[in-house]
């Protein structure tokens, strides 16, 4: 008992340890790394370029060093290496950031980290494709939610930055795009580390630097919003500011139908069990309106709207008046047969479980509109049956009391 005692004690003291003391620590290191041109490597001055050293332990900074790159371009760190820790080492020159990364078994090897001359000429970017990806309809709340993707490839040996002193709401020199009038609940994700998003007239704005890209390893950017509607179409027609190599347009045939007079509708093709409609074009030039819509979105039934008005109570009081009004007939046909009625099924109780369990699911996303749809028929199919069972049963028992 003792023992046993001893080990948990010893676990619990362990666990509130914080994390670096659970760390193995290897030891000092030497860290050696050069900072190099990409391009025009004669007229690099590498004093132009500070180099930090941040070292993470998880989320959490544990140290910071800064270092200037000698006439070659060297530099060198001493750090402690501790297995779990990241070593982040950045480099500014011309106002854009450059990194690499390496962990506690990797600083032995020379860290090298490759700089570009800047530009604020955006026709240095070219979008390889970018894809519109309608991803489902929520009619109750009447708002459609739209995926896109964007492969952007900088062929230049310039990375661009934007000019932050600008004048005027273009943000001409800004990696821009479009969104349609009305877009909310807007979340962009990148490969790109660093900056911010900001708003623009008619879309949004990236300030991070785009540096050129290797052969096959385009810049990908990806964002996501909302769209209310109260009729069955919506335009998502926008100006392509870049153009674009290729365009996708990508539509469930459950949610929508598409359309687009510069695309080819290539038909339907099935994904993950899902029906997907595509529309593909090619060569869409700069500046370029590209016309997009969706048709024929789903619409609130009756029963949705009766639902939704009564709110949360509707389990409780609009099932029940139905099923009253169903009961009510089949009672006095069961009262004049004088015999009783046994249906099979589950009990009334567990039926209305199920169906505040389906709404939650629903409002949370994770079944699709058809499938709810089909399954709250047959949850109140089968409360008409539960309510009929019940009150049947009573009915029989007051009849045989009679007799």
């Avoid at 570009?116 to 240095?124: G, Q």
């Amino acid at each position: 008992m003792r023992a046993a005692a001893s080990v948990a004690v010893l676990l619990a003291v362990l666990l509130l340890l914080p994390g670096q003391a659970l760390a193995q620590e290897v030891g000092e290191v030497e860290i050696a790394g050069r900072v190099e041109h990409g391009a025009d490597a004669a007229s690099f001055d590498p004093a132009q370029a500070r180099v930090t050293l941040n070292v993470l332990e998880g989320i959490t900074l544990v140290s910071q060093d800064s270092a200037l790159p000698d006439e070659s371009g060297a530099f060198n760190f001493t750090a402690t290496a501790v297995e779990g820790r990241t070593y982040f080492f950045s480099v500014e020159y011309q106002g854009a950031n450059y990194s690499a990364v390496r962990d506690a078994g990797d600083l032995s090897e020379p860290v090298v980290v490759t700089v570009f001359d800047t530009t604020n000429d955006t026709s240095v970017l070219t979008v390889q494709s970018h894809t519109v990806i309608v991803t489902g309809a929520v009619p109750d709340e009447g708002f459609v939610e739209i995926l896109e993707r964007v492969m952007v490839r900088n062929d230049s040996d310039l990375t661009l930055t934007p000019d932050l002193n600008a004048q005027g709401p273009a943000m001409l020199s800004f990696l821009r795009f479009a969104l349609p009038p009305g877009a909310y609940n807007l979340d962009v994700r990148s490969n790109i580390t660093g900056g911010q998003v900001l708003e623009v007239d008619r879309g949004f704005a990236i300030n991070s630097p785009v540096p050129p890209t290797a052969p096959g390893l385009p810049h990908q950017f990806e964002f996501v919003y909302r769209l209310d509607y109260d009729e069955p179409v919506i335009d998502l027609t926008r100006t392509m500011r870049f153009g674009a190599e290729s365009v996708r347009f990508v539509v469930p045939v459950d949610v929508a139908t598409p359309s687009s007079a510069r695309l080819t509708d290539l038909g339907a093709t099935e994904l993950n069990g899902r029906l997907l409609r595509l529309l593909e074009g090619q060569d869409i030039a700069p500046a370029e309106v590209l016309p997009l819509a969706v048709a024929d979105l789903p619409g609130k039934s009756a029963f949705d709207g009766a639902r939704e008005s009564a709110g949360e109570w509707y389990v409780r009081y609009v099932v029940p008046a139905v099923v009253g009004l169903t009961t009510a007939a089949l009672l006095l046909l069961s009262l004049r047969r004088r015999r009783a009625v046994a249906m099979a099924g589950a009990s009334r109780e567990h039926l209305i479980a199920e169906a505040r369990a389906l709404r939650d699911a629903y409002d949370r996303h994770t079944i699709g509109t058809t499938a709810y749809e089909g399954r709250s028929r047959v949850i109140r199919d089968a409360l008409v049956q539960a309510e009929v069972r019940d009150r049947l049963t009573e009915a029989d028992g007051e009849g045989s009391t009679r007799d």
